[in-house]
């Protein structure tokens, strides 16, 4: 019987097809193993060795804040938020004349560090570990988002965290290499990455995806539909593509990679706010990962793949950006193509001498007005690492972050015993 040969590339795939993920490449994608080549174009960061002290405190169950009598917040009434306050004047309750232990005793170097990285950046940081930033657990967090202003706030962010754990815990989970020949979890460097807190527009954040050293397909980072970017996607399907070839094609060390760009108004320059793994672990947002990894191989674009000087020429070519074709929309067929002006001609036929003015441009992968992603995001992202509302009521008591944690320990007790009342009602 002759053989059934199928187009589609996902037949007969029984798992999804990524090269096997090595620990090198994770720790390739570590904060602190790629910024120091990328600080150029990398919004402003700095980056805090952390002690294995201050790691085991991070690994450690519950929530104690180290003693810092210049952070203690102070409620405010008016805004309605936690304010940093120096020098409150403040009797120590009877617990803390208790419980006189310094919390920070075997890492108040590193805590000094922080305290003064923070005030380098300007008093408001964005905090992250080598890989995870603690973006599920902004409900604790006074200002609901991630902005620190000590270091205080930090460690709760980072302490309630599930992403931060996985840095922890599962880093190299899943990946190949044999468990003698190389780096084990315990050995890991980790790092705190604190960078310049701002006013981020995340419509302009962008996730991309790069295999082999070709720009595959890139996508929007916040689920949301922007209309604005509709006229103007060749314009960021060029920036990006030429930020690619010229700052991270060559010198990333592995083929594969997934990177977050950042670019603000007025959309001439890409920022790079985050390298990750070529792996399941990364989420592909608006794609899935069959179809990134079996998307066929951009075209060998003479000229456009030789370097930064056919990407001038392009990037002198003025854009139409009304011209936005639909395909590179969120039902778009991967990549498209441009002419010298920059309007998509994706799929047209063009005569023999357009043909050297014609340029690839991976797919941008855009929200559209009523897309189901959209949708399903109405509610507030990363939904499945919620607490309960008694939990947040109490982190949001209004008597500071050492008594959220006293409040926290109550709901949980109280929890416990309204368990136990339940169980011995049903036994009768
Ligand atoms: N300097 C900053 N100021 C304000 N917000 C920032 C700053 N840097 C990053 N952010 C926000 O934090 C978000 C998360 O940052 P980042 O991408 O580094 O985290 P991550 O845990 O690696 O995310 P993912 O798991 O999606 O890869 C960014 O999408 C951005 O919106």
């Given at each position: 019987m002759p053989a059934i040969i199928s187009d589609?590339?996902?037949?007969?795939?029984?798992?999804?097809?990524?090269?096997p993920v090595t620990k090198a490449h994770i720790l390739n994608c570590s904060y602190h193993n790629w910024h120091p080549k990328y600080r150029a174009i990398t919004p402003k960061s700095r980056v805090v060795p952390l002690t294995k002290p201050f790691v085991d405190y991070l690994r450690a169950d519950g929530i104690v804040l180290p003693d810092d009598e210049d952070e203690r917040p102070e409620w405010d009434d008016d805004s309605g938020v936690f304010s940093s306050s120096d020098n409150i004047d403040r009797a120590p309750d009877d617990d803390e004349e208790e419980e006189d232990?310094?919390?920070?005793?075997?890492w108040r170097e590193t805590h000094d560090a922080i305290k003064s990285v923070i005030a380098d950046l300007g008093g408001k940081v964005v905090p992250k570990l080598n890989w995870s930033a603690?973006?599920?657990?902004?409900?604790?967090?006074a200002t609901n988002?991630?902005?620190?202003?000590?270091p205080n706030d930090i460690y709760l962010l980072l302490k309630s965290s599930d992403f931060v754990t996985h840095d922890l815990?599962?880093?190299?989970?899943?990946?190949?290499?044999?468990?003698?020949?190389s780096i084990q979890q315990s050995e890991i460097p980790y790092h705190l990455v604190l960078r310049k807190y701002f006013q981020l527009n995340p419509s302009v954040e962008f996730r991309c995806f790069a295999r082999g050293r070709k720009l595959l397909c890139m996508c929007q980072r916040d689920l949301n539909h922007f209309d604005f970017l509709f006229n103007m996607q060749s314009k960021l399907q060029s920036l990006i593509q030429e930020f690619f070839n010229v700052r991270l094609r060559d010198s990333f060390p592995d083929d594969n990679l997934t990177f977050d760009v950042y670019v603000p108004a007025p959309y001439n320059k890409v920022w790079l706010v985050d390298v990750n793994p070529w792996?399941?672990?990364?989420d592909p947002l608006l794609f899935s990962w069959l179809e990134i990894l079996t998307m066929p191989d951009p075209p060998d674009m003479v000229g456009q793949d030789a370097g930064t000087e056919e990407f001038v020429r392009l990037s002198l070519q003025p854009v139409t950006?009304?011209?936005?074709?639909?395909?590179?929309?969120?039902?778009?067929?991967?990549g498209s193509h441009a002419d010298g002006a920059g309007n998509d001609i994706d799929g047209e036929a063009d005569s023999d001498s357009d043909v050297d003015e014609e340029f690839w441009f991976p797919e941008l992968r855009l929200i559209r007005q009523g897309d189901p992603e959209a949708y399903s995001f109405?509610?507030?992202?990363?939904?499945?690492h919620k607490l309960p509302k008694d939990v947040v009521d109490a982190s949001q008591s209004g008597e500071g972050l050492r008594d959220f944690a006293r409040d926290w320990q109550n709901v949980l007790a109280r929890r416990q015993q309204d368990d136990a009342t339940t169980e011995s009602s049903e036994d009768d």
């Amino acid at each position: 019987m002759p053989a059934i040969i199928s187009d589609d590339p996902a037949a007969g795939l029984t798992e999804l097809p990524f090269p096997p993920v090595t620990k090198a490449h994770i720790l390739n994608c570590s904060y602190h193993n790629w910024h120091p080549k990328y600080r150029a174009i990398t919004p402003k960061s700095r980056v805090v060795p952390l002690t294995k002290p201050f790691v085991d405190y991070l690994r450690a169950d519950g929530i104690v804040l180290p003693d810092d009598e210049d952070e203690r917040p102070e409620w405010d009434d008016d805004s309605g938020v936690f304010s940093s306050s120096d020098n409150i004047d403040r009797a120590p309750d009877d617990d803390e004349e208790e419980e006189d232990v310094d919390v920070a005793a075997d890492w108040r170097e590193t805590h000094d560090a922080i305290k003064s990285v923070i005030a380098d950046l300007g008093g408001k940081v964005v905090p992250k570990l080598n890989w995870s930033a603690p973006k599920d657990a902004t409900w604790i967090n006074a200002t609901n988002s991630m902005e620190c202003r000590s270091p205080n706030d930090i460690y709760l962010l980072l302490k309630s965290s599930d992403f931060v754990t996985h840095d922890l815990e599962h880093a190299f989970d899943d990946c190949v290499d044999s468990p003698a020949s190389s780096i084990q979890q315990s050995e890991i460097p980790y790092h705190l990455v604190l960078r310049k807190y701002f006013q981020l527009n995340p419509s302009v954040e962008f996730r991309c995806f790069a295999r082999g050293r070709k720009l595959l397909c890139m996508c929007q980072r916040d689920l949301n539909h922007f209309d604005f970017l509709f006229n103007m996607q060749s314009k960021l399907q060029s920036l990006i593509q030429e930020f690619f070839n010229v700052r991270l094609r060559d010198s990333f060390p592995d083929d594969n990679l997934t990177f977050d760009v950042y670019v603000p108004a007025p959309y001439n320059k890409v920022w790079l706010v985050d390298v990750n793994p070529w792996a399941p672990r990364t989420d592909p947002l608006l794609f899935s990962w069959l179809e990134i990894l079996t998307m066929p191989d951009p075209p060998d674009m003479v000229g456009q793949d030789a370097g930064t000087e056919e990407f001038v020429r392009l990037s002198l070519q003025p854009v139409t950006d009304t011209a936005a074709h639909s395909n590179c929309s969120s039902n778009g067929s991967a990549g498209s193509h441009a002419d010298g002006a920059g309007n998509d001609i994706d799929g047209e036929a063009d005569s023999d001498s357009d043909v050297d003015e014609e340029f690839w441009f991976p797919e941008l992968r855009l929200i559209r007005q009523g897309d189901p992603e959209a949708y399903s995001f109405g509610t507030p992202q990363y939904s499945a690492h919620k607490l309960p509302k008694d939990v947040v009521d109490a982190s949001q008591s209004g008597e500071g972050l050492r008594d959220f944690a006293r409040d926290w320990q109550n709901v949980l007790a109280r929890r416990q015993q309204d368990d136990a009342t339940t169980e011995s009602s049903e036994d009768d």
